[in-house]
Each structure stands twice: as C-alpha cells, then as structure tokens.
C-alpha cells in the first residue's frame, strides 16, 4: 500500500524530468494509448507517462518514485490481456513504459544467444535473429507490437510452444531494477548456472511485480531448412487429441505448432475478415492447423507429413486436409488462427478465458462445459479455440446472439467464471495458463490457487517490494 502525500507529487514530476528530460514526461495530451487495456474494458489515469531511454533512467524513476511513496506501472505494448499494464484511476501512479529501450545489444553465435533491451518489439527480435541466420521461435499473434520485457513478465506462451517452450525456457539472463532502483546485472548467456536461487524465473511471468525487466539474453536455434503447414478438419475434440498423439509420435521434435479452432470461433473470422476465405470449417466442428519443422529439406518433410496425414485419414481422426503449398499459403492460413482475437473483438465483448488442462483431460471438459453452459445460459455461445498441443483452451464464451455484449458481461461475467473455472479445478488444471493474473484474475486467484503456494507469494512480494511499489494490485493483493 503507498500514501503519497499531494504536496509530494510536483517534487516527483520536478526529479522525473531532471532525470529524463522534460519530453520524456508527459502528463498531458492524448495518453489513452498508455492508460486503456488492449480490450477497451478500463480505462486508467497515470501521474504522468516517463519513457526512460536506458537502463539508469529507469532505476533514476524508481528511486524517485520510491522516496515519494508513488507507485511504478511498468508497460511494454500493452497488448496484455489481464489489465495489467495500464495505471489505476487515482491519477497517482507513474506509468513506465520501456518502448524507448529498443536496442539488440549482441548476438552470439556460437553461443546461440541475442541480448535484447526490454522494449525490443517481439517481431523486431525474430527478424533480427533470422538477419543473422537463427530461429528466435517466440511467436504470438500480438508480435506486431508486443515487447520482449513484456512477454517475459508475462511468460507468453504462443503458438510454438509445443517445440520450444514458453518464454521462460528461452531466457538465459536478465537485467533488472528491483523496487528500491538497484540494478540487478545477472544478463548471461550460461546454460548452466547453480549458484543459489533462480532470481531470473522468479522474475519471469511476476508482470512487473517484483522487478522491471531492462534486458535479456535470449536463446536461438538454427533456422530450419523448411516449415510445413496442413489444416485439417477432424471430427471431434477426441480425435484431434488422437491427431496430437500421432504428430508426436511421428513428427518427434519436427512438430512445431499444433493449434485446435472450433467452428463457432472459425465463422467469426469468415463474417468479420471474409477474404481470408476460411477452409473447411462449414461443415466440422473443429479445425486444426499442424506446423511440421525439418532441419534436412523439404521432400523429407512432406514425405513425413504427408505420412502423418494418412495415417490420421485411416484412423479416422482427420476428415479432410488442406496442406499449404507456398509460404504464402502458410502464412495465410496461421493469419486466420491469428485472427479469432481480433473477430471476436469485432463481434463485441465476450468473457475470455486462458485456461490449461492435462491434455487427456481436455475432451471431457469441452464436452462437460459445454453442456453446462448450454444448459444454464440459453443460446450461449462458446468460441473455443487454442494451443491444443500445450494443452492450454482459450475457452471463451459470447453473448446469445442479438442480447447485448455490455449486458450479458455485467450479469454473466461472475457466474461463467465460476463454471469454468470449477470445472477446470476438478480436473487439475490453472485458470491462467499464458496471459498471467493482471488485475482481471486478482481476486479470483485465491480460490483455485493453493493457499500455500499463494501465501509464499505475498512473502516473495513483500521481501522483494516491501514498500509494494511495484504494480500494485497485480498477481496478488
Ligand atoms: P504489456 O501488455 O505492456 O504488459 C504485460 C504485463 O507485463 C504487465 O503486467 C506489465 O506491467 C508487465 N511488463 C511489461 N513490460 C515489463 C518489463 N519490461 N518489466 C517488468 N514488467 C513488465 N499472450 C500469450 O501468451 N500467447 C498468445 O498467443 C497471445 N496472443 C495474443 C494475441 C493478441 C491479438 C493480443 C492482443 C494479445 C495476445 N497475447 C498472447 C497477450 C500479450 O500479447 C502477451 O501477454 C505479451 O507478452 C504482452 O507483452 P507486452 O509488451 O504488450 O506487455
Ligand atoms: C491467442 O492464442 O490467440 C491469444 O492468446 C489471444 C487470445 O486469447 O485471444
Ligand atoms: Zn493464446
């Protein structure tokens, strides 16, 4: 909890500006790109936005921020979907954003690492890498504009992940200021450190709670040879389990992306992007887009692929196939996956959920949730989609068609959440599987987390932040 006493926040914005410079504070003028979440739902009020250039503009801010008893919002591009990145409404929180801290600082490469600044837009950091001739295989449909400080206070997950891990498996070193404005210089490119606690997972996915990520050394892999990409319509959620099972089996590490879309999620993206021309979702429930990785050439990959899918045809998990036959065609067909976000966004407020299960347990849940919902919601409607090969839904649920979004999200919100997520406890899986805990899921936390776990928590945050300076409000209260 801070108390900050008015009389101290001019002498704040009078050190903030001596530190960074008069333009690199602002306090007035169109803010909202800082101060609204991604999805529009709140809208906050910052003190004033600093955009510190380097790593001791940041620990400057902190220091201030911390002698006046005001509270730091760290923000990368605010495309985090929790409401985690955006000031409060008290008008007396300093947001920091790291979007000016931009850099790459190195590439190794026979150390297969890149040292990147925080605020490094994810796609910057793939091209950067692929310019040098490796793979940095984060990637999420927010890309375009999310930062690398971002994705890994909020260990993003992807739609790679079944590969190559979360962003916390790709970290190797992290620079950090720590509440009191100290610079943590732990950035290393060792794949083998057993000196003490793990600072650096520590602070991975704590969303700028613990500490601000200034930079990071990263992991790369060699770029492979060819990428191939089938979508395939299968009949229920069980068979493309079955599917999953096969291409990991069959693909072994060459699998790279396994993705599963229900029809209602498909046709929102027909309605709202038609020219995108979605294939075979009319007449499947479910869709799934398979990525096969070959570091050896591309006849290799389609006679492995190729086998796969035949195989699936003959167990009948797979119904029909379409595989890409260009980059273009590719590219094409993971824009659809990339999509959904932005139609249902088209289509109206809608209740989100990021949930993960064991991946056995997932056609149960969909079928038992599903009923539940129907039953106890006329005419809901689910648009299930995700990272099937994570075991990881975005099990998110819409208002009956032609009721009011606003309405049905003030009246429904509660009472959804509480039925997914029970079903999700019962069967051993988290109710934040990539997106974090932000404010959204504060409170809703304590109830499917276990206590001692949760209790370990606050005692992490007060040691670290005792002061609780540090995005407030956020993980845990
Ligand atoms: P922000 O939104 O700015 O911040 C997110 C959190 O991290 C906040 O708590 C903030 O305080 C903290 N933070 C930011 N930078 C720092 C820093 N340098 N140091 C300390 N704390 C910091 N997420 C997934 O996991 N998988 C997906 O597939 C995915 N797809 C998406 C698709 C779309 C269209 C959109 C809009 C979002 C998607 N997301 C996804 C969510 C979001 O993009 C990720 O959470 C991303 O990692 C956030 O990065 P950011 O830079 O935008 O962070
Ligand atoms: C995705 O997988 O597309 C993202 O996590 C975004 C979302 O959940 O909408
Ligand atoms: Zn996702």
Redesign the pocket.
Known sequence: MTHTAPTALPDLLIALRAALGDAHVLTEGDLSSYEQD?RKRVRGKALAVVRPGNTQEVAAVVKACAKAGVSV?????????VV??IPDTSGTQVLLS?QRMNAVRAIDADNLTLTVE?GCVLQNVQQAAEQAGFLFPLS???EG???I???L??N????QVVRYGNTRELCLGLEVVTAQGDIMHTLSGLRKDNTGYDLRNLMIGS??TL???TAATMKLYPLPAVSLTAWAAVPSVEHAVKLLGLAHQHLGAGLTGFEMMGQFALSLVDKHYPQLRVPLWQDTPYCVLLENSDTESEEHARSRFEYLLELAFEDGCVTDAVVAESLSQARNLWHIRESI??AQAEEGLNIKHDISLPVSAIPSFVANTDALLKREIEGVRIVNFGHLGDGNLHYNVQSPQGSDNKLFLQTQEDRVNTLVYNAVKALGGSISA???V?SLKVDTLPDYKDPVALTLMRQVKLALDPQGLL?PG?VVR
């Not at 919002?73 to 979907?81: A, F, I």
């Not at 993003?156 to 739609?159: F, H, I, N, R, V």
């Open positions: 991604w919002v760290p923000q990368g591009g605010n495309t985090g979907l985690g990145s790291l925080a999420l449909g927010s504009s999310c930062t400080g971002g994705n206070a909020t993003a997950g992807g739609t969303e700028g500490g601000i990520i976000t932005l990539e997106h974090g932000g995005n956020r």
